[in-house]
């Protein structure tokens, strides 16, 4: 995060959270839609145009299912991020010249020096 804006890390996070908070419902009542009334005329896992006329027609899918679910399950994951984002007065980062602290992260500092 850059010293001269400590509110933006914030500021990000409450977008990020609002957004969420508007897409998460749209994205659960299309999951829920997109088992259709009954199996479509094509059950072809991959194939886009036919899962496209499936939801058109309002059919089910396979290849509809597995968006469905995956979008759910990408929602969550952001959802997660989000909420563990460090806030302003959280942990920040120790500056560039000086190791992390010793412990059990996985960051380790490796000296690089560029002989020409």
Same mark, same amino acid.
């Given at each position: 995060?850059?010293?001269?804006?400590?509110?933006?890390?914030?500021?990000?996070?409450?977008?990020?959270?609002?957004?969420?908070?508007? @897409?998460?419902?749209?994205?659960?009542?299309?999951?829920?839609?997109?088992?259709?009334? /009954?199996? /479509?005329?094509?059950?072809?896992?991959?194939?886009?145009?036919?899962?496209?006329?499936?939801?058109?027609?309002?059919?089910?899918?396979?290849? @509809?299912?597995?968006?469905?679910?995956?979008?759910?399950?990408?929602?969550?994951?952001?959802?997660?991020?989000?909420?563990?984002?460090?806030?302003? %007065? /959280?942990?920040?980062?120790?500056?560039?010249?000086?190791?992390?602290?010793?412990? %059990?992260?996985?960051?380790?500092?490796?000296?690089?020096?560029?002989?020409?």
């Amino acid at each position: 995060m850059n010293d001269a804006h400590p509110e933006l890390g914030p500021e990000l996070r409450a977008l990020a959270q609002a957004i969420l908070d508007r @897409l998460d419902p749209a994205v659960r009542a299309a999951a829920a839609a997109a088992g259709g009334d /009954g199996p /479509g005329k094509c059950q072809q896992v991959w194939c886009p145009v036919c899962a496209l006329a499936a939801l058109v027609n309002g059919e089910q899918h396979p290849l @509809l299912n597995v968006i469905a679910e995956h979008s759910v399950a990408l929602l969550t994951v952001v959802r997660a991020m989000v909420e563990d984002f460090p806030t302003a %007065s /959280g942990p920040q980062q120790p500056p560039p010249d000086e190791p992390p602290p010793s412990g %059990s992260n996985r960051y380790q500092h490796i000296p690089v020096t560029v002989e020409e």
